[in-house]
Nanobody, 124 residues
Framework: HVQLVESGGGSVQAGGSLRHSCAASGDIYRTRYAMAWFRQSPGKEREGVAAIDSDGSTRYADSVKGRFTISRDNVTNTLYLQMNSLKLEDTAMYYC??????????????????WGQGTQVTVS
């Protein structure tokens, strides 16, 4: 099993930037895992934002390409999401996710097994 703890959410004005972190622990030290960020707004389904595999290959949702950057530190087992040029529609609860394997899984929630507790981002 993998435990995920997010940090870095908050409130920001449109056009501003925020950086999320997700600290992973548990089985991730012994097995290769892909990691991802999802978000969910009230009344909407959970939406994939970006994913990255153990080798650094990435995929992004079209809505965040060119604005958000996903990265990871495999030494500290920390996942990051740098969010720039934030828009009102980026307001959501942001979740870190992990899945065992070498593949950069698609940005659909059913592909991901382990989830963090979420951290709120509010853009005004």
């Amino acid at each position: 099993h993998v435990q995920l703890v997010e940090s870095g959410g908050g409130s920001v004005q449109a056009g501003g930037s925020l950086r999320h972190s997700c600290a992973a622990s548990g089985d991730i030290y012994r097995t290769r895992y892909a990691m991802a960020w999802f978000r969910q707004s009230p009344g909407k389904e959970r939406e994939g934002v970006a994913a990255i595999d153990s080798d650094g290959s990435t995929r992004y949702a079209d809505s965040v390409k060119g604005r958000f950057t996903i990265s990871r530190d495999n030494v500290t087992n920390t996942l990051y999401l740098q969010m720039n040029s934030l828009k009102l529609e980026d307001t959501a609860m942001y979740y870190c996710a992990a899945e065992k394997g070498d593949y950069c899984y698609p940005l659909y929630a059913e592909f991901w097994t382990f989830w963090g507790q979420g951290t709120q981002v509010t853009v005004s």
